[in-house]
């Protein structure tokens, strides 16, 4: 489907002229949908040409670059919106802890070493002997030195001693209020989970909410949090709410469209229907259809797939009217389906976390694998100079062992497909090579990657992968748990993507998620226990 296709003339202005911003951003949304990212860019430079100042603009154009894989200016982008955002005090939470997570500040250099040589007891004692020295005569060295202190204590899982810290802090009237504190706070209560902490944290985290709403920040984190601890206090109802309400927040954040969008921006301009009727489309926003124009109304029922939609199209006599009257007239002619998107054979996205600063930021990116025809039954091998990019020597070595586990399972499992599979040498990228990759979390899609080669079947473009590879036999490799998969997850979403395959020891933790909405978990991700079933997955399609 080309552009010239699918815009009405009147549509094809330069969009910096079109005053109503908020249509803009609604038609940038609904042509991400439809996989239309280079019209998507447009939309999205004229947005910035036209509304500098936008937030919302600034981050729909990071969202078109990281669905076109131009990685660098997407960080570019995230990086520029955390620093013209509205303040946020809270630190990260504490799965993403480490010892980086720490303030940089010289008093607590040592604590952080310590943290390296992974003697946490003794860091915590450091940042507490000096919260003691600080206390009078710097107020701010000593706020940092026991935030620090239960940050050490929570991932120590102490979290009775991370309370303490805390609410000692809170009795300084300096304090009592103080948002970093309370942010902190919140999250230990809710670790905790009695009673008692449950209902303080509730009273905490309604409080920085409304306090936040004043200064006009919407702290989708904390809606999550919220709606978390309303559901362990029993307040079904309420929780209900809060967690639509989450989900909804999450969607304006992430551009992705609703059928409200949709039927507003097909209304004046062609979108094919049947490709509409593709895309998970929430209806909530959308007014009752009586109240509706007819167009919309009829869009409206032809995207659920209802036949009163003909009628309604039929009223009309413009063209637009009579081009979605032609495609839902039923024609003997059977016309073929749209092709799937497929990446190349060996190309496969990962889902990846990069951390600005301390704060994490999932995203999207490739790997690929090739192979280079040799002299027959010389192959069968990765060069250990045939491994490109910026790679730990952890990952480096992962990668060698991914590819041995790999070809022997290929060849238990696909005998007739990997008959020639010695015929040839293999080369593995991983790109972004102005930042190093490390961790084992790319197992699974260098796997996939491997496989994709092996069996000469491509990949589709709209499934991610994360998880660690475990061999177990030259024909089982098991999917182990993987770090900030709620990152990863909402790096998915962001990429309008199908699916992201996860390894089933995460799952428990992303039901628990007040990072992600779990309605998004649901819609977004399949979790795999091993690599038969995450191949059954993956390539059922091709």
Request: aromatic share 4%; charged share 25%; proline share 7%.
């Amino acid at each position: 489907m080309t552009a010239a296709a699918d815009r009405t003339p009147d549509l094809a202005t330069d969009l910096a002229t079109d005053e109503d911003h908020e249509a803009q951003l609604r038609r940038a949304r609904v042509l991400l949908e439809l996989g239309l990212v280079a019209e998507a860019e447009g939309c999205a430079v004229a947005l910035r040409r036209a509304h500098p100042e936008s937030l919302d603009a600034l981050s729909l154009f990071a969202k078109v670059k990281h669905l076109r894989g131009e990685l660098s200016q997407a960080i570019a982008c995230w990086a520029e919106l955390r620093t013209r955002s509205p303040s946020d005090a809270s630190p990260p939470p504490p799965g993403t802890l480490g010892p980086e997570g720490l303030p940089r500040r010289e008093h607590l250099e040592p604590a952080l070493e310590m943290l390296r040589q992974r003697r946490p007891l003794e860091a915590r004692a450091w940042c507490l002997d000096v919260a003691a020295r600080t206390r009078a005569d710097s107020p701010h060295h000593y706020k940092q030195a026991m935030i620090a202190a239960s940050w050490i204590a929570e991932l120590c899982g102490d979290l009775a001693a991370a309370r303490e810290a805390l609410e000692e802090l809170g009795a300084e009237a300096a304090f009592a209020a103080d948002e970093e504190r309370l942010h902190s706070l919140v999250r230990v209560y809710h670790e905790l989970g009695t009673p008692d902490a449950v209902e303080a944290a509730v009273r905490v985290c309604r409080h920085l909410i409304d306090g936040l709403a004043r200064r006009g920040v919407e702290k989708l984190s904390l809606i999550g949090m919220l709606a978390s601890l309303e559901r362990r206090a029993g307040r079904a109802d309420v929780a209900g709410e809060l967690e639509g309400q989450f989900l909804g927040a999450m969607r304006r954040r992430m551009h992705r469209a609703t059928l409200e969008d949709v039927v507003r921006v097909a209304a004046r301009e062609y979108l094919p229907i049947g490709r509409l009727r593709e895309v998970p489309l929430p209806t909530g926003g959308l007014p009752p259809p009586e109240d509706l124009p007819r167009r919309e109304r009829a869009i409206a029922f032809a995207v659920r797939g209802e036949p009163t939609a003909l009628a309604l199209f039929a009223q009309g006599d413009d063209p637009l009217d009579r081009r979605y009257l032609a495609e839902l007239t039923p024609s003997p002619v059977r016309r073929a389906s749209r092709p799937r998107s497929e990446h190349a054979i060996g190309r496969v996205l990962a889902a990846a976390v990069y951390h600005l600063g301390t704060r994490p930021k999932g995203f999207l990116h490739e790997v690929a694998a090739y192979r280079m025809r040799t002299t027959a039954g010389a192959g069968g091998v990765l060069p250990p100079d045939e491994i490109h990019g910026n790679l730990t020597p952890e990952l480096r070595a992962a990668v060698r062992s991914a590819f041995i586990s790999v070809r022997d399972y290929a060849r238990a499992k696909f005998p007739a497909q990997t008959g020639d599979l010695d015929d040839y040498v293999y080369v593995y990228k991983l790109p972004k090579e102005d930042e190093q990759s490390g961790g084992l979390s790319a197992g699974l899609p260098t796997a996939l990657a491997f496989l994709s080669v092996f069996l000469q079947r491509p990949v589709p473009r709209d499934v991610a992968s994360s998880g660690a590879l475990v061999c177990e036999a030259h024909d089982v490799i098991a999917i182990g748990p993987i770090g900030e998969a709620e990152h990863k997850v909402r790096a998915a979403y962001h990429g309008n993507l199908r699916s992201l395959l996860l390894p089933l020891a995460n799952r428990d933790e992303l039901e628990r998620s007040t990072l992600v909405p779990r309605a998004i978990t649901h819609e977004v991700v399949r979790f795999v226990a091993d690599l038969d079933h995450a191949v059954r997955l993956v390539f059922a399609r091709s």
